[in-house]
């Protein structure tokens, strides 16, 4: 009887949650399994930030951090238990495997200047202790941002880190633990940090 009412209570809550951020999302005949999350950052568009073809799998967290942010998946890809974090565009094709564990981020997060740094600090603060988002008033015109691009067949192992700007090319592979800092060219293996081309694949 307990496990019935406990299922029940994370089925409402689930419905619940979907339901909130339904109107920004596009998805095809795709699935958002367990652990799947979708942070929205303050302050937000009434717009579609995620669009998934058909026949995709999530199992990550997708986080945008301002409002111009825009995720796009194509059509049967699998994304398991990792976190995509997007400021500006994160698009990954048709049947591109991203294994748990992985990064996405298409920014660095903070300003090199320490000075810069150190007013997000005081931001942050000023934005949590007034019950706000603690990055509602980051100044983003500092922080260097750029696309990620990852082409359809490429295979991403897990514990990998994606940095912004990067494109990784059609069919390409990046081996478990990479960090991947520049283009990956397609039909390709890159492994390492940062990730090194260590052969190439016949297409």
Request: proline share 2%.
């Amino acid at each position: 009887m307990i496990g019935k009412l406990v299922n029940f209570i994370k089925r409402s809550k689930l419905k619940k949650y979907f339901n909130s951020i339904a109107p920004f999302i596009s998805m095809g005949n795709s699935h958002l399994l367990n652990d799947f999350k979708l942070n929205l950052n303050a302050p937000l568009n009434e717009k579609i930030y995620l669009t998934v073809g058909d026949d995709t799998m999530l199992n990550c967290k997708i986080t945008f951090e301002t409002s111009a942010g825009e995720v796009v998946i194509g059509n049967k890809t699998f994304i398991g238990a990792g976190s995509i974090i997007c400021r500006s565009k994160i698009e990954i094709g048709d049947n591109v495997f991203i294994a748990w564990g992985g990064y996405l981020y298409d920014h660095d997060s903070h300003s090199l200047s320490y000075t810069e740094r150190e007013l997000d600090i005081i931001r942050q603060l000023d934005d949590y202790r007034n019950g706000k988002n603690f990055i509602a008033s980051k100044n983003w015109d500092v922080v260097n941002s750029k696309p990620i691009k990852i082409c359809a067949n490429a295979w991403i192992g897990m514990q990998c880190i994606i940095l912004k700007g990067v494109t990784i090319g059609e069919g390409a592979i990046v081996a478990a633990g990479s960090v991947v800092t520049k283009d990956v060219p397609a039909w390709s293996v890159v492994a390492g940090n940062p990730a090194r081309v260590v052969k190439m694949l016949e297409k």
